[in-house]
T-cell receptor, first 109, second 111 residues
Framework: GQQLNQSPQSMFIQEGEDVSMNCTSS?????WLWYKQDPGEGPVLLIA???AGELTSNGRLTAQFGITRKDSFLNISASIPSDVGIYFC?????????WGAGTKLIIKP | NAGVTQTPKFQVLKTGQSMTLQCAQD?????MSWYRQDPGMGLRLIHY???????DQGEVPNGYNVSRSTTEDFPLRLLSAAPSQTSVYFC??????????FGQGTRLTVV
């Protein structure tokens, strides 16, 4: 099935570092969603984007809806231990919600 | 407010057994869906429902059945479990097919 290209697949970072991840697609989307999944839990919505060029923040998280409507990125500033988990992007066209494979964030001790 | 509740959280089945994964939501959402999550593959849609009495297939429906007799409940049935169905299953609901809210998942192992 169709998937978004989400990168990187995993990230090893030091506490306090900034983090950046992105999703790209060959399709145009109307909505971009970013979720976080903690171990043993279901995904939880972080940010929803509805317009090309839109830049939205949620605390230390910032996400943007790409101008071409084919990509989106998520930045996390000054990472802390509770940021560990898997981050998923999802894009919606007129018919369906397509999911990225996830970015696993690991903080080096 | 419980949101989306899935039971059981863990299950081990033998090949060929059948079982039902339960999902209930208390948000009066019309749209409900089932996903499976496998390592490196993100979330794949199994079945979905846009309202009571209406269901449709998603990306990977084979081996699974669903029904939606009420707005609140959307059970997923495995007819004859196979090792390839070892996965983590998530139920989600949304008011209009927009942003899905997820349950905590059911981790299923088929031996």
């Amino acid at each position: 099935g169709q998937q978004l290209n989400q990168s990187p697949q995993s990230m090893f970072i030091q506490e306090g570092e900034d983090v950046s991840m992105n999703c790209t697609s060959s399709s145009i989307f109307n909505t971009w969603l970013w979720y976080k999944q903690d171990p043993g839990e279901g995904p939880v919505l972080l940010i929803a984007l509805y317009k090309a060029g839109e830049l939205t923040s949620n605390g230390r998280l910032t996400a943007q809806f790409g101008i071409t409507r084919k990509d989106s990125f998520l930045n996390i500033s000054a990472s802390i231990p509770s940021d560990v988990g898997i981050y998923f992007c999802a894009g919606r066209d007129n018919y369906q919600l397509i999911w990225g494979a996830g970015t696993k964030l690991i903080i080096k001790p | 407010n419980a949101g989306v509740t899935q039971t059981p959280k863990f299950q081990v089945l033998k090949t060929g057994q059948s079982m039902t994964l339960q999902c209930a939501q208390d948000m009066n959402h019309e749209y409900m869906s089932w996903y499976r999550q496998d390592p490196g593959m993100g979330l794949r849609l199994i079945h979905y429902s846009v309202g009571a009495g209406i269901t449709d297939q998603g990306e990977v429906p084979n081996g699974y059945n669903v029904s939606r007799s009420t707005t609140e409940d959307f059970p997923l049935r495995l007819l004859s479990a196979a090792p390839s169905q070892t996965s983590v299953y998530f139920c989600a609901s949304s008011p209009d097919g927009g942003i899905p809210f997820f349950g905590q998942g059911t981790r299923l192992t088929v031996v």
